[in-house]
């Protein structure tokens, strides 16, 4: 809906003009935030739900199977979706047994166009509820661009973009219906800057990150939940899946584990944060690095750094 208010006259800010109008702006400033800090308030009162159920994408290891376990300590059922079936049943066996909870798996390739509504309509024939959706499954690929296989490229974009955004929509639209869910979507520190040699898929992070962002905005009004998890280098086989050269392996020493990750995430619904960064000072430099340095200087270093030595 287009908002009816008068634009200032000549340019001028909102918070300038007649005595009157500054008194007013004010007025919609401190309500404004009244209302910002009331909305923190009830999302602090009200925790994750428990007796909840949660759907993870790329469950069967790395930051999506710690979020299966930290999940069903919190007692909530899973839906757990990967390729791999035997790692996915093998999950789902022994969380049942550490925990009272249901564990169902869903065995999907989700690069495939419209895996999104095959994994949603399973859902839905099951009868199940989705309150917690963790868009995790993803991979990177080292590499210059124009070396690495296209079918290669077009199975990331499929994967980290369509298929995140496909189950975002699918799922959201119930959530907002009843007030109430969360959705966590895995970006990366990478979707902050673009990354020479792994151009694809930072360029996939940052979409994650902008949708994701957009989003938390959107429904933060409405009791949904939005996050973009955005990890630093942390130690899972994304680094082998990604074809890193051996010598650059992640930073080797500098990685967290998936704990770490899924923690941070985890404590970041509490208080309802748009993006958590995780990896603790180091990371938090390298995401704000564009605040202080010319872009072109920065790519130059990047490029450097992430060539293979
Ligand atoms: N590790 C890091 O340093 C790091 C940093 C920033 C962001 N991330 C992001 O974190 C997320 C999880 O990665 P991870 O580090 O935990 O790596 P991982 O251990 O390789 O886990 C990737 C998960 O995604 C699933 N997956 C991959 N391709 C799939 C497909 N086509 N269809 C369905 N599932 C698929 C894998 O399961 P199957 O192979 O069984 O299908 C696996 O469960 C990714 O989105 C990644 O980009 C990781």
Same mark, same amino acid.
């Given at each position: 809906?287009?908002e009816?208010?008068?634009?200032p006259?000549?340019?001028?800010?909102?918070?300038?003009?007649?005595?009157e109008r500054?008194l007013v702006?004010?007025?919609? +400033?401190?309500?404004?935030?009244?209302k910002?800090?009331?909305t923190?308030?009830? !999302?602090?009162?009200?925790?994750?739900?428990?007796m909840?159920t949660?759907l993870i994408?790329?469950?069967s290891?790395?930051?999506?199977?710690?979020?299966?376990?930290?999940?069903?300590?919190?007692?909530?059922?899973?839906?757990?979706?990967?390729?791999? &079936?035997?790692?996915l049943?093998?999950?789902?066996?022994?969380?049942?047994?550490?925990?009272?909870?249901?564990? &169902?798996?869903i065995v999907?390739d989700?690069?495939?166009?419209?895996?999104?509504?095959t994994?949603f309509e399973a859902?839905?024939?099951?009868g199940?509820?989705?309150?917690?959706?963790?868009n995790?499954?993803?991979?990177?690929?080292?590499?210059?661009?124009?070396? *690495?296989?296209?079918?290669?490229?077009m199975?990331?974009?499929?994967?980290?973009?369509a298929t995140?955004?496909e189950?975002?929509?699918?799922?959201?639209?119930?959530?907002?219906q *009843?007030?109430s869910?969360?959705?966590?979507?895995?970006?990366?520190?990478?979707g902050? +800057?673009?990354?020479?040699?792994?151009?694809?898929?930072?360029?996939?992070k940052?979409f994650? +990150?902008s949708?994701?962002?957009?989003?938390?905005? &959107?429904?933060r009004?409405?009791?949904? *939940?939005?996050?973009?998890?955005?990890?630093?280098p942390?130690?899972?086989?994304?680094?082998?899946v990604?074809e890193?050269?051996?010598?650059m392996n992640?930073?080797?020493?500098?990685m967290?584990?998936?704990a770490e990750?899924v923690?941070?995430? +985890?404590?970041? !619904?509490?208080t309802?944060?748009?993006?958590?960064?995780?990896g603790?000072?180091?990371t938090?430099?390298?995401?704000?690095?564009?605040?202080f340095?010319?872009?072109?200087?920065?790519l130059s270093?990047? &490029?450097s750094?992430?060539?293979?030595?």
């Open positions: 809906m287009i009816n208010r008068q634009q006259q000549n340019c001028r800010s909102r918070f300038s003009g007649a005595p500054v702006n004010w007025f919609w +400033l401190v309500g404004h935030m009244l910002w800090s009331a923190r308030f009830i !999302l602090k009162i009200n925790p994750i739900r428990i909840a949660a994408t790329g469950a290891s790395g930051i999506g199977e710690v979020f299966a376990w930290e999940l069903a300590q919190r007692n909530y059922d899973l839906v757990l979706v990967a390729r791999s &079936e035997a790692k049943q093998e999950l789902a066996e022994k969380l049942m047994q550490a925990y009272a909870i249901h564990a &169902e798996i999907q989700l690069s495939n166009p419209g895996a999104g509504t994994v859902v839905s024939q099951k199940w509820t989705v309150d917690m959706l963790i995790n499954a993803g991979f990177g690929d080292y590499g210059s661009f124009s070396d *690495r296989p296209l079918p290669k490229i199975e990331m974009i499929q994967l980290n973009i995140l955004v189950l975002t929509h699918l799922f959201l639209t119930p959530m907002r *009843r007030r869910g969360t959705i966590i979507n895995v970006a990366s520190i990478a902050f +800057l673009p990354l020479p040699y792994m151009s694809v898929y930072a360029a996939t940052a994650v +990150l949708f994701s962002s957009a989003l938390w905005a &959107e429904n009004a409405d009791g949904i *939940r939005i996050q973009a998890l955005c990890p630093g942390t130690s899972t086989q994304f680094f082998q990604a890193f050269p051996a010598t992640g930073n080797g020493g500098n967290v584990t998936a990750v923690k941070e995430s +985890l404590k970041g !619904l509490e309802n944060k748009s993006n958590i960064v995780t603790g000072l180091k938090q430099i390298i995401v704000n690095l564009q605040r340095f010319p872009r072109d200087f920065l270093l990047m &490029e750094q992430f060539k293979a030595k």
